[in-house]
Nanobody, 121 residues
């Protein structure tokens, strides 16, 4: 079992930046990839970025390239998502997820509880 806890969300002004954290615990040696998603009210949950938990491979969907940066600190079993130049439309709950059975581009085996990001104009 893997547990994921996100933090770092909050209320920020447009144009600002945030760094979200996802701390993994439990069977972390089984984690293959970690992803960040977001879900706005009434909308689907969208993938923002994926990173290999044991390597430096990263993936960003074409729709979000440029303002999002995923990184990891294996010593701390933590994955970060840096979000720059925030816009009101970035307002959403941000989730991290992990894949353990295989190296998945869209990790979906385990989920955190989410952290709210609200961007004011």
């Amino acid at each position: 079992q893997v547990q994921l806890v996100e933090s770092g969300g909050g209320l920020v002004q447009a144009g600002g930046s945030l760094r979200l954290s996802c701390v993994a615990s439990g069977s972390t040696n089984s984690i293959q990839t970690v992803g960040w998603f977001r879900q706005a009210p009434g909308k689907q949950r969208d993938l923002l970025a994926t990173i290999g938990f044991r390597d430096s491979t990263t993936y960003y969907p074409d729709s979000v390239k440029g303002r999002f940066t995923i990184s990891r600190d294996n010593a701390m079993d933590t994955v970060y998502l840096q979000v720059d130049d925030l816009k009101p439309e970035d307002t959403a709950v941000y989730y991290c997820s992990a894949a353990t059975a295989a190296w998945k581009l869209v990790p979906n085996d385990y989920w955190g509880q989410g952290t709210q990001v609200t961007v004011s104009s």
